[in-house]
């Protein structure tokens, strides 16, 4: 018998913690329609004495446990809110002091931040900058769509304030991100936001964001939905802003979504592959060739990103921010304890284990495994619960793809291990070319 070792590093097992930590908890200084963490204030019960900042122990017994419970060349912390930036710089200042404190020798540490933008200005930027922070930017494309619902307490829209933001990310050279929420608006503009993303912001790297939420977000976890209330997939109380709509009306729509990716992915390849990062496109390239999706959504199994609430809380992921889904505090169990806890490994497992036939006999299985379980709240056409609200849009998208993604990858000298064009399907159908004419 062989045992097979894993990876290791340092002569041990390698071992790697992801957690979206929440310092300053569902606070924030604007108030986008869609979001979806500011209800936490009141499912956490913030109001009963729960202080929305982390305090200094919280802080430290966090970064601490963090890189103690990692085995890796580089460790990656993320901050995310709310609006973090609302801390102020001398917080972050902090952090970094702290992770020098506990850097082990010869191991990289390295902070991500997602924001808002707004309250970015020139000291911030010098200091993301200096400490080589990957910044994410929340930006919905150009300023009626983002104003339409990114909005400040007033009801104002805040483009001019994040394309102050991008300027100085670009001045400061500072490496971010633009995170792009696609919504009942955006998702109707696809060329739009993408040339705005592309020509406008020039984001070095675009993430789109389906936006999907029932009507009882704020107060349901998922996975606590009945199965007998699901409604079958193509049902119309299906469609946001439909009279009856199950879900909030500022969502995507299922084929909406597959259309706002198949309008940008033709663009991409035609003119920006190899110069304009989507990752998405980027992802769905690395299924085609059979390797794992780097994306929790898209991959077969998930459960490694925690969510750490400012008390020192543990959730399962930040989209299971509710009571049912908390796995511990920091104060009394040590973070790598959580994190392969039994429970959580059930979560994760629980994305494989729950999908239904109708992803169990698709074509595109394996670059898509279901998408999120927060997503799989309908049913499929013969009545089983749990399919992915998404699912005709990720179908359509993915139909879509497959020749192109055949087309990129033999351009490009790799292998094609999946869809109706790869190399088993060639070697199957040698002789019939025309089958596999992979030019688009
Ligand atoms: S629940 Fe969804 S977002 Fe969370 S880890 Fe799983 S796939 Fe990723
Ligand atoms: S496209 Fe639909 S059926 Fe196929 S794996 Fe994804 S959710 Fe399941």
Not at 27 to 54: H, R
Request: glycine fraction near 8%; aromatic fraction near 12%.
């Amino acid at each position: 018998m062989h045992i097979t070792q894993g990876p290791q590093y340092n002569g041990k097992a390698s071992k790697r913690l992801h957690v979206m930590a929440k310092p300053i908890g569902a606070v924030c200084n604007i108030d986008c329609t869609y979001c979806y963490y500011l209800s936490k204030q009141d499912l956490l019960e913030y109001k009963q004495g729960c202080s929305p900042v982390m305090d200094d122990d919280t802080l430290e017994t966090y970064i601490r446990q963090y890189i103690e419970g990692q085995n890796t060349p580089e460790i990656i912390f993320s901050w995310q809110g709310g609006e973090p930036t609302m801390l102020g710089l001398d917080y972050f200042k902090k952090i970094v002091e702290f992770q020098s404190k506990y850097q082990p020798q010869g191991i990289i540490i390295s902070n991500d931040l997602q924001t808002n933008g707004t309250l970015l200005n020139d000291e911030w930027c010098a200091f993301l900058k200096q400490h080589n922070f990957l910044v994410g930017l929340s930006i919905d494309g150009p300023e009626m769509l983002h104003n339409a619902h990114r909005t400040n307490r007033a009801g104002r829209g805040t483009f001019n304030q994040v394309m102050k933001a991008v300027e100085l990310l670009h001045k400061h050279q500072v490496k971010f991100a633009t995170l792009t929420c696609v919504n009942n608006l955006t998702s109707r503009n696809p060329l739009e936001v993408y040339r705005f993303l592309r020509d406008e912001v020039r984001s070095p790297q675009m993430q789109f964001i389906p936006i999907v939420e029932q009507k009882t977000f704020r107060t349901t976890a998922p996975q606590t939905w009945q199965p007998q209330e699901q409604l079958k997939q193509g049902d119309k109380r299906l469609i946001p802003g439909h009279k009856n709509s199950i879900v909030e009306s500022w969502c995507v729509a299922d084929e909406a979504w597959g259309n706002f990716l198949i309008e940008i992915f033709d663009e991409w390849i035609q003119n920006d592959i190899g110069k304009v990062f989507v990752q998405y496109f980027e992802a769905s390239i690395e299924a085609w060739m059979g390797r794992k999706n780097p994306l929790c959504t898209l991959g077969e199994i998930c459960g490694k990103g925690l969510a750490m609430e400012p008390n020192g809380d543990v959730y399962s992921c930040d989209h299971y921010v509710y009571p049912e889904y908390k796995i511990g505090n920091i104060h009394h169990q040590k973070l790598d304890t959580l994190a392969y806890s039994t429970e959580q490994q059930k979560f994760g497992f629980a994305k494989k284990r729950t999908l239904p036939r109708q992803c169990q006999s698709c074509d595109y299985q394996f670059a898509c495994y279901g998408e999120c379980p927060k997503n799989r709240f309908i049913r499929t056409q013969e009545g089983e619960p749990g399919l992915n609200y998404l699912c005709a849009g990720w179908k359509k998208f993915f139909s879509h793809a497959d020749k192109a993604m055949a087309y990129i990858l033999r351009a490009t000298g790799n292998p094609v291990a999946h869809g109706k064009y790869s190399d088993a399907m060639l070697r199957d159908h040698l002789g019939k070319p025309s089958v596999f004419e992979t030019k688009f």
